[in-house]
């Protein structure tokens, strides 16, 4: 039934049940699961956080590039790992974007993956409405099945 499964993770603990419940899955369909850390583009985190000066936009946004690269590898990193160690074929992609949900949709595709897994605060009401959901986002634009874990 499933092949590919993509999970986005963020390394959080509510994302790394989502794993588990992904590597459940790719156990009993014999699936490989690929894995996706989204990386906000710089432009966003700057725009939205703080204001640099024009003299140092440049090393910050390479030093910004480094980190943030690092920090998707670790998440990446260790989730393959424990994926491996449990019997299950894995890989990890980390993009950089600046809308999650749309970068999740569009390496379901490019991965030709059959079912999204991913994780879900539960925010409803005006605080949901208010943050936004990514996972509100893909299951709303999404043209494969999505399983949501809480």
């Not at 699961?33 to 990386?39: A, D, G, P, Q």
């Not at 024009?54 to 910004?64: D, M, N, T």
């Not at 994926?83 to 074929?89: D, F, I, K, W, Y």
């Not at 949709?105 to 949901?128: D, F, N, P």
Request: aromatic residues 6%; hydrophobic residues 45%.
């Amino acid at each position: 039934m499933y092949k590919n499964i993509l999970v986005p993770t963020d390394g959080s603990k509510l994302s790394n049940k989502a794993v588990n419940e992904a590597i459940k899955l790719a156990k009993a369909f014999g699936a490989k699961i690929t894995f996706l850390n989204v990386v906000p583009d710089y432009r966003k985190v700057l725009s939205e956080t703080f204001a640099v000066p024009a003299g140092l936009s440049a090393p910050v946004q390479k030093k910004y590039q480094g980190e943030a690269a690092a920090a998707s590898m670790k998440v990446l990193d260790a989730v393959t790992e424990s994926t491996a160690a449990a019997g299950v074929e894995c890989a990890g992609v980390s993009l950089v974007n600046e809308s999650p949900y749309e970068a999740i949709i569009k390496q379901a595709a490019k991965s030709k993956c059959e079912v999204i897994v991913m994780a879900s605060h539960g925010r409803r009401g005006l605080q949901g409405f208010l943050l936004g959901s990514e996972t509100t986002k893909v299951l709303v634009h999404s043209k494969i099945p999505v399983l949501v874990v809480r």
